[in-house]
C-alpha cells in the first residue's frame, strides 16, 4: 500500500530527452516501509499515466515483444543538477511522510 508519492519529469544530460521518475514510500501489508524510485521514458502529468505506459512496457516484454517504440525504463539516470535536486526533494518529502506514517 503506498504511502506517498511524487512524480516529476527532468532531461536527461546525455540525450536531452525528457524522463519521468515516480518516487513513492511503499507499506507492504504488516511490512516496513521502503521508497521506490521507478524512471520511464517522456513525460506523465500523472502517476496513473506513468503506471500505465510502464505497465504496457513490462508487459509487453513478457510477451516477447522487441520493439516497444519510444517507451524505455531507466537502468541508470543522468541528470543535470536541477534534474538532481528535484530527486533530492523528491525523496526528502517521501521520506518526512513516511515517518510520519
Given at each position: ?5 511524487k ?10 530527452e525528457?524522463?519521468t ?39 509487453g ?5 522487441s520493439?516497444?517504440?519510444?517507451i524505455?525504463?531507466y ?27
Open positions: 500500500m503506498g504511502v506517498y508519492s512524480l516529476f519529469t527532468a532531461t536527461d544530460a546525455i540525450n536531452h525528457p524522463f521518475i515516480l518516487v513513492e514510500a511503499v507499506n507492504p501489508i504488516g511490512g516496513e516501509i521502503y521508497v521506490v524510485v521507478k524512471a520511464l521514458d517522456g513525460e506523465y502529468e500523472t502517476r496513473e499515466a506513468f503506471q500505465n505506459a510502464r505497465e504496457y512496457y513490462l508487459h516484454l513478457e510477451k516477447g515483444y520493439d516497444k517504440g519510444e524505455a525504463l537502468r541508470s539516470i543522468t541528470m543535470r543538477l536541477p534534474g538532481s535536486r528535484q530527486l533530492v526533494d523528491a525523496l526528502n518529502e517521501v521520506l518526512v511522510a513516511s515517518e510520519e506514517g
